[in-house]
């Protein structure tokens, strides 16, 4: 059985360019998190969804940072425009409502 | 807000010796769940163990086992028989609910160390 897929697995960017991020959760599933992690703030909550509705966006850092989930198996956390301090490592991760979190393998995103 | 708090930021054990990791966190809650996450150099997260706080008896896997202690709101991780594949960095995390959200607020980690 497949874990959570997140693609692409390094991205590296210059300065003001667009960021797709993209994430495929567990199937049935019905939470998803965005995570992001860095060696300043450690693992932090960006995006809570469930049954494809964000429920807590209260961690997205600014208005450059949007989130989508148009369908139960599909999420995109978008950067527009990068800029060097959203340098990070970016976990997805599902669950069942209230039942344990399974993560992703990570995006690793540096923006020059 | 919830706080999770891991005093250790790096630990070292000898192959087959048993070592533990501590984890201290705040709430006002009286039922959550609390989780210890692993993160090999991979950085894949993986669930190594999880204590539901309504249970009093510590939660168990393997060689992985808790001393979770309510009152003093103490989780802590004990490694028995440590293996070359248990180096990672160790992660606590308490699961909040608040205001119709769900999230995990982890620890700053524990980097654990093993040598042969």
């Known amino acids: 059985d497949a874990g959570v897929i997140q693609s692409p697995r390094h991205e590296v960017t210059e300065m003001g360019q667009e960021v797709t991020l993209r994430c495929k959760p567990i199937?049935?599933?019905?939470?998803l998190f965005w995570y992001r992690q860095t060696m300043m703030r450690g693992l932090e909550l960006l995006i809570y969804f469930n049954n494809n509705v964000p429920i807590d966006d209260s961690g997205m850092p600014e208005d450059r940072f949007s989130a989508k989930m148009p369908n139960a198996s599909f999420s995109t956390l978008k950067i527009q425009p990068s800029e060097p301090r959203d340098s990070a490592v970016y976990f997805c991760a599902s669950s069942l409502f209230k039942m344990d979190q399974f993560f992703g393998p990570g995006t690793r995103l540096t923006v020059l | 807000a919830q706080t999770v708090t891991q005093s250790q930021p790096e630990m070292s054990v000898q192959e087959a010796e048993t070592v533990t990791l501590s984890c201290t966190y705040d709430?006002?809650?009286?039922?959550?769940?609390l989780f210890w996450y692993k993160q090999p150099p991979s950085r894949q997260m993986i669930l190594v163990i999880r204590?539901?706080?309504?249970?009093?008896q510590n939660a168990t896997e393997n060689r992985f086992s808790v001393n979770f202690q309510k009152a003093a709101k103490s989780f802590s991780l004990k490694i028995s028989d440590s293996q070359l594949g248990d180096a990672a960095m160790y992660f606590c995390a308490y699961r909040s609910y608040q205001g119709g959200s769900e999230k995990l607020v982890f620890g700053k980690g524990t980097k654990l160390t093993v040598n042969p």
């Open positions: 199937s049935g599933h019905n939470s």
């Open positions: 204590q539901e706080a309504y249970k009093q």
């Open positions: 709430t006002s809650e009286s039922d959550y769940y």
